[in-house]
């Protein structure tokens, strides 16, 4: 890859930002893992100058390609689009989980444990409107053989899945939820992933389990944290997740309003007064899939009534 100033990509970025409706409110020089210089956007809407979207790209980083540039365009018009919920960090897990994203180390960076890995750190905070300590420091890992997928290694193009296999780990339950605790491991493998169509896929929904997301969804980020205010429903992003299309979860959302769940303004959704009084269904979904995060233990064994 060619190295560039910094100048042509604060260019290039601010012409896409532009195309996708955002603003570049600011830029902060920074370096990543490797001590190399990256470039942090800070991007805002034309009319919502209170809501800011980081994006860190290499300052060498060329994404004016016929190769990079579609992706790059996708991400910031969806990017704009999420900037309109409250919480545009925040997101729900299929097993209830209400976190935020946030303290990602941009781009990826090769292991130094010699494992051949490339890798990303960052942070998933549990939020639940009442400042929760709970957090899961992470590090989300892939092999050079998987980033062959990947167009490039930097945010935009990576962001998506990284956020959903750190998601579905947690609906597995192999990430725990701590008030302070070293970074665990999110391996993002082919198991995420299938050759064949050619498509991340990380969880196999139904009609009814995609409208308890939703519902969860608005429950969480509408009502909660929020304050009623409308969220994004048919974000790309959870359709990735929940293996199927933004237009289904549209239609999704059409029937939960048609339950009284949810009232919706054009493709945003606003939590309703029946939705907010399912309050302890969402909190005892809450518990369950916090505690099917902690490691169990084989009682047996603690007795001390096996070999060893």
Sequence with gaps: MTTKSAAPLKEMLGKAATDAGLLVIGTDSA??????????????????????????LSEAFDFDKPHLLPEMTTHLREAAK?????????????????????????PFHRSTSGSDTYIVHGLAKLETGTDSPLHAKVS??????????????????????????????????????????????????????????KKFMFADTTDDSRLDFLASKAYWLSGVLGNSAPVWL???????????TAEELARMAV??????????????????????????????RLMKALDFTKPSFNEEMRAGHTNM
């Design 31 to 56: 370096l990543d893992y490797n001590q190399r210089p990256t470039t942090r956007f800070r991007l805002g809407l034309p009319d919502d100058s209170a809501r800011e979207l980081l994006l860190e």
């Design 82 to 106: 999420r900037l309109r919920n409250p919480r545009p960090d925040a997101y729900v897990t299929v097993a209830g989980l209400p976190i935020s994203f946030s303290q990602f180390g941009w």
């Design 140 to 197: 989300a890992s892939m092999t050079v053989t998987f980033a062959e997928i990947v167009p490039a290694p930097e945010q935009p193009y990576a962001e998506t899945f990284i956020y959903n296999a750190i998601r579905r780990t947690l609906d597995y339950g192999q990430l725990e939820m701590l008030k302070s605790g070293n970074r665990q491991p999110v391996p993002v493998t082919t198991r995420f992933y299938s050759r064949w169509q």
């Design 234 to 244: 048919a974000d790309p992003r959870d359709a990735q997740y929940l293996n199927t």
């Design 255 to 284: 029937e939960l309003q048609k339950q009284g769940m949810i009232q919706l303004h054009e493709e945003y959704a606003a939590a309703t007064p029946a939705l907010m009084a399912r309050a302890e269904e969402f909190q005892a």
